[in-house]
């Protein structure tokens, strides 16, 4: 049996409820009452008898769904960034020369790609409230790895533009839609480290997918094909054949889960519903989308995660070109991506499992930003120093740019309560955020590369340096309103909690800082 501080422990939400410090709340030790006496008529969905929850049974089920989930998400995101960003290793691979392209026109094809993933971020995360995340997904994967693959034929800079544009509006409905489907599956204060997990596979991406590019560009001729053909073809074959294995086994919300029993789906919506505390709302509900709009949370967020995603993505995009000026042949510049990749990876995934354990949000994102700055800083010093001083810098700039992210995206997603609100506002921010792919495309240019790329290196350090900055504010507006309501009367309490789908908007719900 689970004691008050362990369900507080794997469950937040409950602390919450159950905080004496929360006018209007009544506690009753004997009967478990840790509910409000104006709570909104959804929380009576909640048994009392939450210290009846087994912590044997719920560590069990935990392992369960992350054997069920895990594995398969990252899989997907393995594919799915290995594919916008292969566009880099395909420039090494000759691209540009073959196609006619100019660096201007190269630069706007890395660009476009976010043009359409922003788009269409928020009508997919509806669509897949809609239709469900296992049918969604796989819909996505089909149209992003097809169109992956047709990229091979194209003949001219207008039509890789024409393909990165469809194959971000592809994309656009995975990365929003797993972050949104961990929240729906794990309590707030689990999400991180499996975020970070599913993330980190985008650092593995990066580390082999350069490796991978070198050895199939080595095909360059094969039935008349060149290289980067090559590399488009077999970098897309793998989503596509994933798609029967996400359309079987990939569940979509608990209460229709099939892979667990009646008991564990049971035990699974208890824990979740203490966890979201107030915030029960499960339904569709426009009023929630409209909330989304209104929050500045929300604005708050997609300050920090576009300020995260140009440093980041114009890294990832451009790193061989950056590697390429420490005068390496083609070989060496591939392998050399690989161990600032693998080192970003280990960190990526214990940054977000202290983020989880010790559960904070703020100063796990500032800090990696800090460092992440510091990186880009010190790329511009020792751009004339020697190869390994320089790869250092860079080894520091990954691994700041990559621990940000997972910490960063379950701050939001364990902020905003209500399934159609939290589904709404993490594809606007995520959508929002991704223009700094967009900008990111833009940030290293050609007549940059002689001076060792000091005005990209300085454009990303001031990224970094402002995220710092908007993370802290953030942190520190949410620790006064915690506090604020903390101290409401149980006359301002009850004012505050009247009307329906008021989601994180309740004055019980606390806020992760």
Not at 6 to 32: F, H, L, R, T
Not at 62 to 78: E, F, G, H, M, W
Not at 166 to 175: I, P, R, T, W, Y
């Amino acid at each position: 049996m689970m004691s008050a501080s362990e369900i507080s422990n794997i469950m937040p939400g409950a602390q919450y409820m159950a905080s004496s410090e929360n006018a209007g709340v009544a506690k009753d030790s004997e009967k478990g009452d840790m509910f409000p006496d104006n709570f909104p008529d959804n929380s009576s969905v909640i048994t009392s008898s939450t210290t009846s929850l087994d912590l044997v049974a719920l560590k069990k089920l935990t392992a369960k769904i992350d054997r069920r989930i895990i594995p398969l998400v990252s899989i997907l995101y393995l594919c799915s960034f290995l594919d916008r960003v292969n566009i880099g290793n395909a420039k090494v691979a000759g691209i540009e020369k073959d196609l006619n392209i100019t660096p201007s026109q190269y630069n706007w094809a890395l660009s476009i790609f976010f043009i359409g993933y922003v788009l269409f971020e928020v009508p997919s995360n509806i669509c897949l409230k809609l239709v469900g995340p296992r049918i969604w997904i796989s819909l996505v994967m089909l149209a992003w790895g097809g169109i992956m693959m047709a990229m091979a034929a194209v003949k001219n800079a207008s039509g890789l533009l024409v393909a990165r544009f469809f194959l971000g509006v592809a994309e656009s409905g995975l990365f929003p839609g797993i972050v949104y489907l961990f929240s729906m599956w794990y309590t707030r204060n689990e999400q991180a480290l499996r975020n970070g997990i599913f993330f980190s596979t985008a650092t593995m991406a990066g580390a082999f997918g350069g490796v991978l590019a070198y050895g199939i560009a080595q095909m360059e001729g094969i039935r008349g094909l060149h290289g980067w053909q090559w590399i488009f073809l077999l970098e897309g074959l793998p989503t596509i054949l994933l798609t029967t294995v996400v359309f079987i086994f990939l569940p979509d919300f608990p209460e229709t889960a099939r892979f667990l029993t009646k008991d564990e789906k049971e035990l699974l919506l208890k824990r979740l519903r203490i966890d979201a505390g107030p915030a029960t709302q499960t339904h569709f509900s426009w009023r929630q989308c409209r909330m989304v709009f209104k929050d500045w949370k929300v604005y708050m967020h997609m300050m920090i995660y576009i300020l995260s995603t140009t440093p980041l993505y114009a890294f990832a995009l451009f790193l061989p070109s950056i590697v390429v000026g420490f005068n390496l042949d083609a070989l060496t510049t591939q392998i050399m991506t690989v161990p600032a990749y693998l080192i970003a990876c280990v960190c990526t995934i214990l940054w977000a499992f202290s983020s989880d354990r010790s559960k904070e949000r703020g100063l796990h994102v500032a800090l990696p930003g800090a460092l992440s700055c510091l990186g880009y800083i010190l790329l511009i010093a020792t751009r004339h120093s020697s190869t390994t001083a320089r790869y250092i810098c860079l080894t520091i700039t990954t691994v700041g740019n990559f621990c940000i992210v997972a910490p960063m995206v379950s701050w939001f997603t364990s902020n905003i309560g209500g399934h159609t609100k939290r589904g709404v506002a993490t594809a606007a921010i995520i959508s929002f955020g991704n223009i700094g792919g967009g900008i990111g495309g833009q940030v290293y240019r050609a007549d940059d590369a002689p001076n060792g790329y000091v005005r990209g290196h300085a454009i990303c350090a001031a990224c970094s340096g402002c995220l710092v900055i908007f993370a802290l504010i953030t942190k520190t507006l949410l620790i006064r309103e915690n506090a604020r309501r903390d101290r409401l009367t149980a006359e301002e309490f009850a004012r505050e909690a009247e009307g329906e789908d008021l989601c994180d908007m309740h004055p019980g719900w606390r806020y992760w800082t």
